[in-house]
T-cell receptor, first 109, second 114 residues
Framework: GQNIDQPTEMTATEGAIVQINCTYQ??????LFWYQQHAGEAPTFLSY????GLEEKGRFSSFLSRSKGYSYLLLKELQMKDSASYLC??????????FGTGTRLQVFP | SQTIHQWPATLVQPVGSPLSLECTVE??????LYWYRQAAGRGLQLLFY??????ISSEVPQNLSASRPQDRQFILSSKKLLLSDSGFYLC?????????????FGPGTRLTVL
């Protein structure tokens, strides 16, 4: 079957670094997306990985290992506004996104 | 610029009443369009997707239906709402020919069925 696993909740301190892990199982693989979703709002696109390695975008980076079915989102220099849910989603052979249930991150001062 | 609209933003409906949610996209043509539902504490569930006018694929059996009467319009409907239909309904689009095929979401409709 197809499945996405990520932790339900994480907490971190302002200014710190946090890593949100995601493991996936899909029939075929055509990419891994990360989205940010603030409470009551729609998800917004953060990053896309299709090849192994690290993609960096400012304070956010995303890593992919296709052989391990594993990705992580790294958030540096955490700010209070980073408190949100982070959704991992994989694309299999069907070109449809399969979403995890999301990781709710709380950043404390 | 490309934008996506959904309305209404919030909706409270009694059980058994009909439903119509609308999604429109501007600034693009021939987009792939998607309807998702997000129930409280759960992940995004794909309900329907469309690759063109009149072309609808259903992902899960339910009392909902979708239609695409125009290239940039996607409608989600129900004849009789159930309590379990409550949730956050999101429309998403992918511009044809774009790489990667990133889905961008509309602002969503929060539906409460009482």
């Amino acid at each position: 079957g197809q499945n996405i696993d990520q932790p339900t909740e994480m907490t971190a301190t302002e200014g710190a670094i946090v890593q949100i892990n995601c493991t996936y199982q899909t029939s075929g693989f055509n990419g891994l997306f990360w989205y940010q979703q603030h409470a009551g709002e729609a998800p917004t696109f953060l990053s896309y990985n299709v090849l192994d390695g690290l993609e960096e975008k400012g304070r956010f980076s995303s890593f992919l290992s296709r052989s391990k079915g594993y990705s992580y989102l790294l958030l540096k220099e955490l700010q209070m506004k980073d408190s949100a849910s982070y959704l991992c989603a994989a694309v299999g052979n069907t070109d449809k996104l399969i979403f995890g249930t999301g990781t709710r991150l709380q950043v404390f001062p | 610029s490309q934008t996506i609209h959904q309305w209404p933003a919030t909706l409270v409906q009694p059980v058994g009443s009909p439903l119509s949610l609308e999604c429109t996209v501007e600034g693009t043509s021939n987009p792939n369009l998607y309807w998702y539902r997000q129930a409280a504490g759960r992940g995004l569930q794909l309900l329907f997707y469309s690759v063109g006018i009149g072309q609808i694929s259903s992902e899960v059996p339910q009392n909902l239906s979708a239609s695409r009467p125009q290239d940039r319009q996607f409608i989600l409907s129900s004849k009789k709402l159930l309590l379990s239909d409550s949730g956050f309904y999101l429309c998403a689009w992918i511009s044809s020919g774009q790489f990667p095929d990133t889905q961008y979401f509309g602002p969503g409709t929060r539906l409460t069925v009482l």
